[in-house]
């Protein structure tokens, strides 16, 4: 079982790029690694870092100045190949959500497998919050994934957004798909148990 989601507020990091590709969020040389472990030290590894392995001061999860476990990403983020690593770098760097316009689809569902919420708002919306953090790195986003809401506090913008309704129940619960089959152990048995 993973934590399970709650209504929390954060800072945010803002990467405002669009058609952010699976390669960008985790280059294919990392690939080779069937573990999760790791993965978030190679987030954005080709932006974050130089061919000698320094940090990029210029690259925003480097600037102390922008912290949280909200990414806030330009539209159509996790694009290209189908790698679940993308996710799996994500997560590992400690981002709950990741708000976007758009989502490739694959991405999307292997986020929501990870235990990564990936919250879809309108331009409008993400353009204000763009705005909103780089007037003030210390803005707050509040998600909400009871009531499927994410708020801008700095200037109390409110959007709603969807989600599969068994995902947010696994997210909710702490469940990826096993544990949720091993939480209906005893109604599987019931059932095998009456259709001898």
Known sequence: MKDKFVTFSSTCIP???????TDQIIPARFLKATSR???????????????????IKSFVLNDPTYSGT???AG?????????EHAAWAVAGYGFKVVVSSFFADIFKNNALNNCVLPVVVSEKFLASLFSSIKANPKALVTVNLEEQTITNEATGEQESFDINPY???????????IDFLLSKKDDITAWENNHK
């Open 15 to 21: 990467l405002p790029m669009e058609n952010v590709d």
């Open 37 to 55: 472990q790791g993965f978030g030290d190679n987030l954005f590894r080709d932006w974050r870092y130089d061919k000698d392995g320094n940090p």
């Open 70 to 72: 909200i990414l806030v």
């Open 75 to 83: 539209k159509n983020f996790g694009s290209g190949s189908s790698r």
């Open 167 to 177: 995902k947010k129940n696994c997210l909710l619960q702490g469940y990826d798909d």
